[in-house]
């Protein structure tokens, strides 16, 4: 125990002796391993949002659709549907890990103003549902749809800037109908909802589901229904119960197939950029030693010709190395942490980047896990060291005659 606490008494004391270039060395590190936890915890913010978006407007937790139904295709063909779906969701209701089971229809259309058209999905809902809380809470302008509205719509207010759209204006839609056939009608905007999800919003046109029915000659079926749970990871086990003749149940896990696969492309792409950036921040570690070995190189020569074997040299230079680790990994996890927390509060702003494929929020807020904040501390101190062996290696071999004429 002695021998290590001289070991480290000496390995301060040489540190101390260029101040500057220890504290440099020290701050290189934290520098490094800061970044590494502000882009640890923008992917895990990033992965969060996306599902979470995903799960409250688009998928749910589970999901019932007809067997032959295709959610690429948009299809309004009855044998696509789900029939009579208000008969369905009363079964459900006896299900207690569910909250919340509503139908949604999807139809594809052009909204005209004036001039200007643009492309959207029209989606029926049941305006008193609970599933569109978000969009009731998300709602800028006027007032949220009501079931027995036959002339009412609801746009997001991206659509509404680029279409230059207004509360009140009168506008043209016109859908695809169940029979092939295509049908217009005028309808009058009733709100303008953002959800923060600038993708969806531009894209996303509501009305009641009832005049969806009607507008696109669904009569009594609905695309799909949408079913909330207490708990999503309950999911298989409640898609496992629910028996339904001629449907399929999917879960949020099959459905969002594309957020996973992505999730694991990034860490193996943040992999990458993790080992570089420890590259750097190694490579100023060892330049640091290696200038420290060729200025104490007379010393060197003296201990070992005072009977210094190599092993201790070597565990003098390493005994260094821990220390600018210790330093820099202390100040990593303070710095990261401060960093992660202000991306937390402000966000990344990125819906002017044009991100699509998921449903990503237009503010990305940093995540920093505690579970990363050690996996990545313990990855820099390791590499740190690794770094040092270089120059500890070198000042080892050194030949004590050659070392004091130097």
């Known amino acids: 125990m002695t021998a290590i606490a001289q070991l480290f008494k000496m390995a301060v004391r040489n540190l101390g002796r260029n101040r500057r270039r220890s504290l440099l060395s020290a701050l290189a590190v934290a520098m490094g391993l800061a970044l590494l936890l502000l882009m640890a915890a923008f992917i895990a913010g990033e992965m969060r949002g996306a599902m979470e978006n995903t799960i409250q407007l688009e998928s749910a937790h589970l999901q019932i659709r007809a067997a032959t139904y295709d959610e690429d295709k948009v299809s309004l063909d009855w044998k696509n549907l789900v029939a009579d779906p208000a008969l369905l969701i009363q079964q459900l209701e006896s299900v207690p890990q569910i909250t919340t089971a509503t139908p949604r229809l999807f139809a594809t259309g052009i909204v005209t103003l004036g001039e200007q058209s643009r492309g959207v999905q029209v989606v029926g809902i049941d305006p008193d549902s609970e599933a569109n809380e978000r969009f009731r809470r998300g709602l800028i302008q006027g007032e949220f749809l009501r079931p027995d509205d036959r002339e009412g719509v609801l746009i997001g207010l991206p659509l509404a800037t680029k279409l ?32 923060g999800t600038s993708n969806y919003d531009e894209n996303t046109l509501f009305m009641p589901l009832d005049k969806a029915q009607a507008f696109t000659g669904a009569q009594d079926h609905a695309s799909t229904i949408l079913i909330y749970l207490q708990d999503r990871e309950q999911a298989d086990a409640v898609a496992a119960s629910i028996s339904a003749a001629g449907y399929k149940v999917l879960t949020w896990r099959e459905m969002n197939e594309l957020i996973v696969s992505f999730e694991e492309f990034a860490g193996a792409y943040f992999v990458v950029l993790y080992l570089i950036v420890l590259g750097i921040t190694s490579t100023v570690v060892t330049n640091t030693l290696v200038m420290a070995v060729f200025e104490r190189t007379r010393e060197i020569g003296v201990l070992s010709a005072i009977g210094m074997k190599g092993r201790g040299i070597m565990l003098q230079f390493l005994a260094e190395a821990a220390l600018l680790a210790t330093g820099g990994v202390i100040g990593g ?38 579970k990363d904040m050690i996996q990545l501390g313990i990855l820099t101190y390791v590499v740190t060291l690794l770094a040092a062996l270089y120059p500890a290696v070198l000042a080892a071999r050194l030949e004590p005659i050659e070392a004091l004429h130097a």
Not at 343 to 355: C, L, P
């Open 164 to 195: 230059k759209m207004h509360l009140g204006d009168q506008v043209n839609l016109l859908v695809n109908r169940s029979d092939g056939s295509v049908d217009e009608q005028r309808f009058t905007i009733r709100g303008i909802y953002s959800t």
């Open 333 to 370: 996890l303070i710095l990261g942490s401060l960093a992660a927390w202000y991306f937390a509060t402000v966000g990344f702003y990125v819906a002017d980047f044009g991100i699509s494929g998921i449903l990503l929020g237009d503010t990305i807020r940093a995540q920093l896990q505690v």
